[in-house]
Nanobody, 127 residues
Framework: QVQLVESGGGSVQAGGSLRLSCATS????????MGWFRQAPGKAREGVAR????????DYADSVKGRFTISQDNAKKTLYLQMNSLKPEDTAMYYC?????????????WGRGMAYWGVGTLVTVSS
């Protein structure tokens, strides 16, 4: 059974940092497209960052470039998202996801390629 379990969310002030983790089990982890998504209240889900675990190739949404870094630990089968210089607009539920293909197109479309999803971890950034 595939499981993705996020952790590391919390409340921080603007300018602060958080590191999200996504522990995975039940599938190979290698050669998968893995990503972080977020959804704020009243807004559509959006892709934040993704990585193809076979090559380490990464993509970022423009809104987080230079502030967020996605990474993987193959031995631990864990995905990370280091979030620096957090802004109030980063407040959202953050989800980890995995799929066999990194879907092309805008970050709003990345979720189409994801087959497995975690339950999310809440990030709140206060001004």
């Amino acid at each position: 059974q595939v499981q993705l379990v996020e952790s590391g969310g919390g409340s921080v002030q603007a300018g602060g940092s958080l590191r999200l983790s996504c522990a995975t089990s039940g599938y190979a982890f290698s050669n998968y497209c893995m990503g972080w998504f977020r959804q704020a209240p009243g807004k559509a889900r959006e892709g934040v960052a993704r990585i193809y675990t076979g090559t380490g190739s990464t993509d970022y949404a423009d809104s987080v470039k230079g502030r967020f870094t996605i990474s993987q630990d193959n031995a631990k089968k864990t995905l990370y998202l280091q979030m620096n210089s957090l802004k109030p607009e980063d407040t959202a539920m953050y989800y980890c996801a995995a799929g066999s293909v990194c879907w092309s197109g805008a970050p709003s479309l990345w979720g189409r390629g994801m087959a497995y999803w975690g339950v999310g971890t809440l990030v709140t950034v206060s001004s």
